[in-house]
């Protein structure tokens, strides 16, 4: 059985950072693209970051980029979300996703197979 536990969200002020980390059980990040998304309250869930099988290529919505950094780490089987200079507007619940993404499908839900819980990110002054 596939599982992926996402951990690290809280409560921080703007500016402050935080570390989400999502450990995989039941399969190896190898040959599986990993994604994380978010759902603010109210609102549709959204794509937020990737990383692809093939090459590690990244992949960032436009609101994180040079803030966020989405990484894997195949022997530990976990990938991880450095978020930096959060700002209230990423207030949301965050995603873990995995699956065999195509191109054309890496920053959609469709991409992915395998979710996480999701772990709660609250950025409040």
């Known amino acids: 059985q596939v599982q992926l536990v996402e951990s690290g969200g809280g409560l921080v002020q703007p500016g402050a950072s935080l570390r989400l980390s999502c450990v995989v059980s039941?399969?190896?990040?190898?040959?599986?693209?990993w994604g994380w998304f978010r759902q603010a309250p109210g609102k549709e869930r959204e794509f937020v970051a990737a990383?692809?099988?093939?090459?590690?290529?990244?992949y960032y919505t436009d609101a994180v980029k040079g803030r966020f950094t989405i990484s894997r780490d195949n022997a530990k089987n976990t990938v991880w979300l450095q978020m930096n200079s959060l700002k209230v507007e990423d207030t949301a619940v965050y995603f873990c996703?995995?699956?065999?993404?195509?191109?054309?499908?890496?920053?959609?839900?469709?991409?992915?197979?395998?979710w996480g819980q999701g772990t709660q990110v609250t950025v409040s002054p």
């Open positions: 996703a995995g699956g065999r993404a195509i191109l054309s499908t890496t920053q959609t839900e469709n991409g992915y197979s395998y």
């Open positions: 990383v692809r099988w093939s090459g590690g290529r990244t």
């Open positions: 039941g399969l190896t990040l190898s040959g599986y693209t």
